[in-house]
C-alpha cells in the first residue's frame, strides 16, 4: 500500500486549499472499513491528526482545530481521499501527510478522540502547505 499527498501551496490567510491523496495497492471501495487520515507537522511540533474518514461507510472525524473549517472526502471512482481546507490560518502552516490504518478500525481510528500515529501506516511523503501573507 502506498498514499501519495499532493496539492499543497503558499496561500494567503482565509484561502483555500484542497490537498489530494492518491492510494495505491489498496481499493478504498473495500468491503471492510479501514480509516484513512490527513495528518500534519509544523516545525518544531509533533505530528498530529487533522481529519480522518472511514472507507465502509463513510463517518468522519476532525480535530476540534480544523472543525467547520476542513472537510474529508473520498472518491472511489479515482481511489482518492481529499482534504478540501478553508479559511486558512497561519496556524495551518504544516506538511501534510495521509495515511491508512493498519486494520479495519473504521471509526474506531478516533474512539480516544484523537488519531494514534502508531496506528496508521504508509505515510509516504508529505505535502507542504504555508498560510501566510
Known amino acids: 500500500v502506498q498514499l501519495q499527498a499532493s496539492g499543497g501551496g503558499l496561500v494567503q490567510p482565509g484561502g483555500s486549499l484542497r490537498l489530494a491523496c492518491a492510494v495505491y495497492?489498496?481499493?478504498?471501495?473495500?468491503?471492510?472499513?479501514?480509516?484513512l487520515g490527513w495528518f500534519r507537522q509544523a516545525p518544531g511540533k509533533e505530528r498530529e491528526g487533522v481529519s480522518c474518514i472511514s472507507t465502509g461507510d463513510g463517518r468522519t472525524w476532525y480535530a476540534g482545530s480544523v472543525k467547520g473549517r476542513f472537510t474529508i472526502s473520498i472518491d472511489n471512482a479515482k481511489n482518492a481521499v481529499y482534504l478540501q481546507m478553508n479559511s486558512l490560518k497561519p496556524e495551518d502552516t504544516a506538511v501534510y501527510y495521509c495515511a491508512r490504518s493498519k486494520g479495519d478500525y473504521g471509526e474506531r481510528a478516533w474512539y480516544f478522540g484523537y488519531l494514534r500515529l502508531p496506528d496508521f501506516r504508509s505515510w509516504g511523503h508529505g505535502t507542504e502547505v504555508t498560510v501566510s501573507s
Open positions: 495497492g489498496f481499493t478504498l471501495d473495500h468491503y471492510a472499513s479501514y480509516a
